[in-house]
């Protein structure tokens, strides 16, 4: 299939904005050529889903209050994006001061960080999960914080904290004294592994305790017989998938209430768990025969052909487990290397797709496939195999990731100009809809620079009120 | 509101009373009378259909007559499968990889291909409220069962298209797999070590883009339906593109991008924003004895003390005082060249113990630390069982099975696992009659014609 938009010039030579560095193609460049009848159907999904109409459209979550008490972790702040994403009202409630997280930059360097228009100065970490939300502080561990909190609770729809196992409780603001006030409030603790069972008491600093604690980090990594070790995810994976089971959990718990049940209720969710609920079948397996999973690189335990593997310029990953695809991919092997095709072909062990699986079956699998693609760069291997129409695509760094014509035009990678950090070029909602698509609006606000207008519209509070308690240390 | 009993008790009972796990069954559930049917394959599009299963709806996964979905087929080694695949092939099992993307749904098996599944497929739409599907973007249009001639069947219908690429843009006819999507989304260059200390761009174990994927689909879809019962009535035509959720993802290192030109590496079990916060090895394997190849291993020690005081402490566990010394703020402590020294320095310390010595020495002094568990000591944990995180299952079809449970937590109204899955097509005659109309003999003549 010819794909016009591809070159191999991949990595562009760009320090800082403009960017793109290469415009997106167009559409008369996009669809060039196509028949009329798939080009008929791509041009309706563009018009129904393209995401530059998104502000002319309405928010299915629109009138929904969210406040996001949660701080130190990621898991909260990025189970709250996707209310504000979806056109929630969120109402992110930081300690005096501003969350911690806002001090995080790579390697502690400044430099990296994000400056707002009044100078305060922010890491990409937390402003990344600080889309659409406004920013309030509250002192809870003050009476007088408290009792803000609670003034404002009628008002509020869901509450989402991470505090300590029981710590809300203990201040009297918890799901038992809270859904007193209102109980049509869906209450949401998030955490590394819970509130309540024997790991609760030993504590649990952002995710990589979760990661740990369920099998993921000892999963993944190349084996010990290729030098490798347990790996953790590079960037917080399992605050980031509890997160949206949070989100879906507090998401039931408002449907239900407004479908039959009239009232709130007490969710829980935590990163730990979310993985566990996708980590596919290692508890089915270990529960067949106490199997433990064990490392397996860049290669999959259950498919084969599926993995990345080396090749001349890079990593470069291909897949096509069933016949269909697996004769394809050797036919791209073969014909640069037709003694590779024939190899593959001639085994009868590697006929039937089950047989492939077995641990030395997948190892000649490879270690023929490399024979290939070490002489080849990742642009190679890849137009190669897309002629065979077989998925593959080269291991992307951030910049080829920012660059790939297919983000840009899509909108996945885009430019934000925001009211006080300017130009910032982000990651897009993944909720791509018709009729209410999530959209970005702002990237972040400075600390509690919403005090005043929240406090004001929500609690009633006064010039004087609002500079006491400021003077107070309570907001 | 709580009545007077939960309020006296003590919180961690409180949470262990409303949150219990084991007594589900007599609570509502959320999306009771909502129907969706799932024309989905691999992980992403299924998981999204069984999230959604998990909370009530009565969802029908519709796959290929006799050998089901590829995804059956699919399982580790070839070792471990359930059996029978179908009733028309007791000889054959289902694999692993299926597990835990298809629980509590009922199965249908229909060959597109035939005018008379176009048809039925039809009459399941004019019925249900949600879709989810897979296949090549625009196929389901050609053969007159997509969005467009669903919506004018049922409007009310929230039609979800799941796929790689999506069904536009200059990528459109690309062919995607989850670990596509963490290759050329960014996710792999990331994570493992970098290559100073022997490492490559890694993978992450699960299929992470598949079953996130399948997750923030469904948070849309219920968003969607909250929306149109409360709002607007209408259904709706949602997208998701896998390689999407890589950019979602990684967007604070696109932002870092965006500003500064700087391209975000791999940085191995450290942490670039926080020190120390990062995985230990430890020289002894916990089990030496053992004929598993997995649990000869060393064991590794994740350990947390990135603020000053901490780190003290860890430094007089571990009896480096000089240490302390030499960093004795986070800021010190954090840049890269600090962190190359202080983890082999701290790896010393553990190099003739197991995960358990390292893990109760800095424990015992009050920091936060967890050895890496593998999947077995993980499983054999009681707070995941009795969390329902992890539960042993008395399955109608294949007896006890160890599951995982539902992610999160509901109070009033929680998800809940009724069965791991179903052979091919064990539904068909209950779907069929119920839904569509047809008869006993219709049905076996269906079966006989091989459209289901």
Redesign the interface.
């Known amino acids: 299939m010819a794909e016009s938009w591809r070159t191999e010039k991949k990595r562009p030579k760009i320090k800082v904005l403009p960017w793109p560095a290469i415009p997106a193609p167009t559409v008369e460049e996009v669809y060039a050529g196509v028949d009329e009848k798939r080009k008929e159907y791509s041009l309706w999904v563009e018009s129904a889903v393209r995401q530059q109409f998104n502000a002319d459209k309405p928010e299915s979550l629109n009138g929904i209050r969210v406040l996001d008490m949660t701080t130190n972790m990621i898991i909260g702040h990025w189970c709250s994006s996707h209310f504000s994403e979806l056109g929630a009202e969120v109402i992110m409630v930081e300690p005096v001061g501003g969350d911690p997280l806002r001090k995080l930059t790579p390697f502690g360097r400044e430099e990296y960080m994000f400056t707002s228009k009044d100078g305060e100065k922010c890491g990409a970490r937390f402003l990344a999960e600080a889309r659409n939300k406004l920013s309030v502080t509250l002192n809870v561990e003050t009476e007088e914080g408290r009792n803000l909190l609670k003034a404002i609770i009628p008002q509020v729809d869901v509450l989402i904290e991470n505090g300590a196992p029981g710590h809300y409780d203990k201040l009297g603001i918890g799901y038992r004294q809270l859904s007193e006030i209102n109980p049509r409030l869906v209450y949401l603790w998030v955490g590394q592994r819970g509130q309540w069972g024997p790991l609760k008491d030993q504590p649990g600093a952002m995710d990589p305790v979760a990661q740990c604690s369920m099998g993921f980090a000892h999963g993944t990594g190349a084996p010990v017989s290729f030098g490798g070790t347990p790996t953790r995810s590079g960037w917080w994976l399992c605050d980031q998938v509890g997160g949206t089971f949070a989100a879906i959990g507090a998401m039931a718990a408002l449907y239900a209430r407004e479908k039959f049940l009239g009232k709130g209720q007490f969710v829980e969710c935590t990163a730990a768990e979310g993985v566990i609920r996708i980590i596919d079948y290692n508890w089915g397996w270990n529960g067949m025969d106490g199997s433990v999973r064990p490392r397996y690189g860049n290669w999959d335990l259950a498919i084969n052909i599926y993995a990345v593997n080396p090749c001349a310029d890079g990593q470069i990953m291909v897949g096509g487990g069933h016949d269909r695809l697996w004769f394809r991919i050797w036919r791209a092997a073969g014909k640069a290397k037709p003694y590779l095709e024939q190899h593959i072909c001639e085994d009868p062990k590697l006929r039937v797709v089950t047989d492939r699986l077995p641990h030395y079956q997948q190892v000649e699998t490879y270690t023929t496939l490399v024979e290939w693609m070490k002489d080849c760069t990742r642009f190679q291997c890849e137009t190669a195999l897309q002629e065979e129409e077989v998925a593959s695509g080269g291991v992307s760094f951030l910049d080829e990731v920012c660059e790939f014509p297919h983000y840009k035009y899509r909108g996945h990678v885009r430019l934000l100009d925001d009211g006080e950090y300017g130009q910032v070029l982000l990651g897009g909602s993944s909720f791509i809809g018709q009729k209410t698509p999530g959209r970005i609006k702002w990237i972040g606000r400075p600390v509690g620079k919403d005090n005043e207008d929240v406090f004001r519209s929500l609690a009633g509070l006064n010039r004087q009120q609002l500079a006491s308690l400021k003077k107070g240390g309570v907001i | ?2 009545d007077k009993a ?2 006296d008790m ?3 009972d ?3 009373s ?2 219990n796990t084991k007594d589900t069954f007599h609570k ?1 559930e ?2 009771k009378g909502i129907r969706a049917i799932s024309t989905t394959q691999y ?1 992403l599009g299924p ?1 999204c259909a069984a ?1 959604l299963a998990e ?1 009530g709806a009565e969802t029908i996964k519709v796959e290929l007559p006799k050998r089901g979905e ?1 995804m059956r ?6 070792e ?1 499968f359930l059996y029978p695949l179908s009733r028309w092939m007791p000889e054959k099992g289902t ?3 299926f ?3 298809n629980p509590n749904e009922l199965f249908l098996s229909l060959d597109f291909h035939k005018p008379e599944a176009i048809q039925i497929m039809k009459r399941l739409a004019a019925k249900s409220d949600v879709s989810c599907e897979n296949y090549r ?2 196929t389901f ?2 053969w007159g069962i997509g969005y ?1 001639q669903f919506k004018d069947l049922n409007p009310r219908m929230v039609y979800q298209w799941m796929g ?14 989850d ?2 999507g ?12 970098p290559k100073e200390y ?11 883009m598949d ?3 399948g ?2 689909s ?3 879809i ?6 149109r ?4 009535g ?1 259904g ?6 896998q ?27 450290w ?4 020190c120390v ?3 230990l ?1 430890c020289g002894k394997s916990s089990y030496p004895n053992s004929k ?4 000869q ?1 060393v064991g ?3 350990v ?1 003390a990135f603020k000053d005081d901490d780190f003290k402490k860890l430094c007089g566990v571990v009896g480096n005082a000089e240490l302390a010394k030499k960093y004795p703020t ?2 010190d402590r ?3 060249d600090a ?1 190359q020294a202080i983890y082999p320095a701290l790896e010393k310390f553990a190099a003739d113990k197991t995960k358990e010595e390292v893990w109760a020495a800095f ?1 015992g002094a009050g920091l ?1 630390s ?10 054999n ?4 069982h ?2 329902g ?2 539960q ?1 299952l008395d399955d109608p079809t294949f007896g ?14 929680p ?1 809940r696992i009724k069965h ?1 899955f179903k052979p091919v097509g064990a539904d068909n005659e209950f779907v069929l009659s119920n839904l569509c109309g047809y008869g006993g003999s219709e049905i076996a003549d269906l079966e006989k014609k091989e459209i289901i």
Not at chain 2, 73 to 78: L, R, Y
Not at chain 2, 164 to 177: D, E, L
């Open positions: 509101m709580v939960l309020k003590t919180f961690e409180f949470c262990r409303v949150f509502p959320v999306l992980i998981s999230y909370l590829p087929h699919t399982t580790p080694f070839n471990p694999g692993l990889g597990f835990g993307a973007a625009g249009d050609r467009r790689g690429f999506g069904g536009w843009g200059p990528g459109r006819n690309r062919a995607s797999y670990i596509l963490q290759a050329q989304g960014g996710c792999f260059s990331i994570t493992g070590w022997g490492g490559m761009p890694s993978k992450q174990t699960i299929w992470i079953y996130w994927g997750a923030i469904a948070f849309n219920i968003a969607c339906l909250y929306w019962d409360n709002v607007s209408e709706q035509f949602l997208e998701y593109s390689v999407h959720g890589a950019q979602r993802h990684l967007t604070d290192f696109i932002s870092l991008y965006g500003k500064t030109g700087i391209v975000a590496q791999r940085w191995g079990n942490e670039p924003l926080l916060h990062g995985i090895k598993n190849p997995q649990e291993e590794f020690c994740f947390s986070h800021a954090v840049g890269s962190q424990t936060v967890q050895p890496v568990w593998n999947s077995n000591e993980a499983a944990q009681e707070h995941w009795l969390r995180s992890m042993w006890d099975v160890q599951t995982q449970g539902v992610a999160y937590r509901l109070s009033d109204t998800g791991v």
